[in-house]
Structure formats: C-alpha cells, structure tokens
C-alpha cells in the first residue's frame, strides 16, 4: 500500500475531506527541521556565550598584565633600593678596611672644582695622615697651589674641595644618592 490509507467506517461516508497531506516521510521531515531549528538556536546561544566568556577572560587577562607589570615595576624600584644598599654595604666595608684610592678620589673631586690659586683640599683626620705619608715618601703627586687640611666632620674616602670660585664635595652618600635617584629615573620612566 504504497501511498493510500484505508478508513473502515460502519456508516456510509458523503464526502471526505483531507486534512493533513503529510506522509510518514513528511511528517519525519517536519520534526527533523524542527530539531535542526533547535540546534540552530542552542548553536546560536552558544557562540553568544562563548563570545561574552572571551570578552570576559580577555579582561581579566588585561587586569592580569597590568597587575603584573605593577609587580615587575615595584620590585624593580625594591631592586634599585637594595643594589644601592648592597653597594653602600661593600663601599663601607673597603672604606673600614682602607680599601679606597685616595689619591683617585682627591684627583676627580679637584677634576670638578673650579680651577685657580688657593685650593684646599679637606680630608678626613686619617685620610690627611696618608696623604702627608705618601707625599713623605714620593709616591703621592705634587699639587701646585693646593693645601691640604684636616675636616672632623668628613669620613674616611671623603673630600672636599674648596677655592675662591666653590666648593666640590666627594661625599660617598651623595654619589649613592645620585646613582639611586638615577636608577630610579631609569625605573619610572619604563611604565
């Protein structure tokens, strides 16, 4: 019986009136389109979901990178501050030690000051002793118009320089200072 549908009736039947036309293969075909429409729509939902997860992740990400950067910037500004204070540490330990070319220190901070007649060249007690042993025996250079006295409030592998036109200063914590603040510059100018 392909295509004919057979209806048993006790009565006799005027007139007969199709309703539906659909066939088995039609009426499959319908469920079948409304299943595709439902996927179609729970495939549509999914992208939007997936697309709102990814803004979603893709912030939180940002938040991460910038938080991160923070860290990396504060633990650099925590680095400077302990290179400084390691470096400070070491010059400290040669200065007790009496590891420091005097003589280089005198020549750079003379290098910096104003030049002219009547320089004085201000040292440590200690450091004053050295320098007048050295130039005893020959083996410190000779300045021409420059005195050299004692200053009880320099520290040892200190000096300052002193002329008519200024005064030069070699203060261990001033040139620590200046690297920090360089360093740090260095750091900030970075974000």
Known sequence: MSGQTTVLCSDKVDEVCVLDDYSREDMLKSQSDREAER???RIEQDKRDIAENSRLIKSIVEGMQKSASEIVRQNKEQVVELAVKIAEKIIAANVKEGNYNLASIITETLNYAPQGNDIVVLLNNE?????????????????????????PCLKKAECKVETPKGTVNYIIREHLERINKALSAEVNSEK
């Not at 410190?140 to 050299?148: K, Y």
């Open 39 to 41: 996927m179609s729509q």
């Open 127 to 151: 450091d004053l002793q050295r320098v007048s042993a050295l130039q005893q025996q020959g083996d410190l250079w000779e300045f021409p118009g420059v005195q050299f006295k004692a200053d």
